[in-house]
C-alpha cells in the first residue's frame, strides 16, 4: 500500500523559513516524479514545486522560485521542500504527491497519482 506522509509544517513569522518532508512508502519512487502542491482555503489546489531523476529536473512555480529548494533522497524515499523568505500568501496546506506517469515534471495536479494528506502552512505577517 503507497502512503505519503508529510511533516514540518507549522506557524513562522514573515521572512522566516520552513522545511517539509515527505516521506513515502509502498514502492520505490525514485524513477517518479514528486512534487508540492498547496491549497489556501477557497482556492484550487496548485503547482508549487516538482523534481524528478535525484534532482537533475526540478520546476517550481513562478510565485516561489528563488525561495524554495525542492530536494530528494532517493535511498529514503523522502523529498524535501526548503521554504525560505515566507509570506503570508504562502499560507496553505501543503501537500506532496507523486505522478508514475511519464511526464518530466507534471504541474497539472491530474497527473499525480498518489497524495499525502497535506500539512499546515502558516505565515503571519
Known amino acids: 500500500q503507497v502512503q505519503l506522509v508529510e511533516s514540518g509544517g507549522g506557524l513562522v513569522q514573515a521572512g522566516g523559513s520552513l522545511r517539509l518532508s515527505c516521506a513515502a512508502s509502498?514502492?520505490?519512487?525514485?524513477?517518479?516524479?514528486m512534487g508540492w502542491f498547496r491549497q489556501a482555503p477557497g482556492k484550487e489546489r496548485e503547482f508549487v514545486a516538482g523534481i524528478r531523476w535525484a534532482g537533475l529536473i526540478t520546476a517550481y512555480a513562478d510565485s516561489v522560485k528563488g525561495r524554495f529548494t525542492i530536494s530528494r533522497d532517493n535511498a529514503n524515499n523522502t523529498v524535501y521542500l526548503q521554504m525560505n523568505s515566507l509570506k503570508p500568501e504562502d499560507t496553505a496546506v501543503y501537500y506532496c504527491a507523486v505522478s508514475v506517469g511519464g511526464a518530466l515534471v507534471p504541474r497539472d495536479k491530474v497527473r499525480y497519482d498518489y497524495w499525502g494528506q497535506g500539512t499546515q502552512v502558516t505565515v503571519s505577517s
Open positions: 509502498g514502492r520505490t519512487f525514485s524513477r517518479f516524479a
